[in-house]
């Protein structure tokens, strides 16, 4: 899985009907300090991510394997928020509060 | 799912069988401010994309998801047309009428 | 689904059983004009294609959603010559006759 | 399979009902001599994998294969802690006791 | 697929039970000239392959699709010995006896 973060959203009226009512986000892969390195990529959420989130997204078939993706043309969900990455021993990243 | 721009089209009179009646558009991904920075992919339509429309594809198994691309041999979808951008509060792309 | 000009051929003795039979050709992405940007990858041929052909490549499991290649080891498949290629509403690339 | 070191985990209250309780680590591809060449990827561990192990990653579906990952939101999994690796007859790495 | 040379092996005695027994080979992706381009990767062999040996390997799921492979976390498979390479009317690569 990436670890990413979210910049924004997408509004789109015409979508295959199993998109619909999916709230599509903007995120970009981040390294374990939480600098941008990816480009964006959309990513369906299913755990009420925010913008600036760090978030940790699936991709491919496994992005249909929650509740709310499952049988969608979805190949990138959002399925966890971080709270802290360490790397060697060390807290890289913690979520403010 | 990538954000790409649709760029032109395929013509194929010798092809799969499960392929046949389906509408192959040549697309390239595009950054938040519709700039292409991908090479050409060819996708399935199937939300009646135009010239120059910005949309969203799925890839890999996920393209199949669709009633129009079921058990046949996609990798790459357009399943929605996109409406606007907006990244880090500003809109980035708004779809011209 | 990626385009691809048909370059060489593979020749194997010794393989899988569910490959047995089947055409393995040498293809190259190219641009749609034509010109080779990619790397040799290995497809199976379902549409009798030949050297110099410019062909429609599916990847992945979407490479197995055809008769001649479900369930067997493959992760690239030719399923469509490429008659012509059209961006910006000019033909970038026709087959000759 | 990537060959990859184990180099962190991460921290996540709101995720996937799916993936409560298994084990986020973050681990990096290395070269056959371990040294560190990709990017951060988040792997669920099956094989209790701790920092410092060269481990084997598999991706994509073949990530949900495992008792521990199948039917999870999951796209990369820990599968096997490497022992050595042998390269032209050389051993090239070898796990420390 | 990809066209790779068997360059060494992995040795693991911690793994997930699906691949007990299975040979784990390490390839890398060469041209159609048998140069090394590509880094190291692990595959499951199906075909007695040895070092050296010119082999393809299929990636993803469609790695699962041998008898050896099926339902293991395996996402790459040498499934063919290459005994030669053709492009462009030229043999490029003949396997030595």
């Not at 009226?13 to 986000?25: A, C, E, N, S, V």
């Not at 990513?43 to 925010?50: L, N, P, S």
Request: glycine share 8%; charged share 25%.
């Amino acid at each position: 899985m990436l670890i990413a973060r979210v910049v924004g959203d997408v509004v789109s009226t015409i979508k295959d009907d199993k998109i619909i009512g999916r709230k599509l986000l903007i995120v970009r892969e981040v390294t374990t300090e939480n600098e941008i390195v990816g480009k964006p990529i959309v990513a369906i959420d299913t755990v009420d991510a925010g913008p600036g989130d760090v978030v940790l997204i699936a991709q491919g078939s496994s992005a249909r394997q929650t509740n709310v993706t499952k049988e969608t043309p979805t190949d990138a969900v959002i399925f966890a928020i971080v709270d802290s990455l360490e790397v060697q021993g060390q807290v890289r990243f913690r979520k403010q509060r």
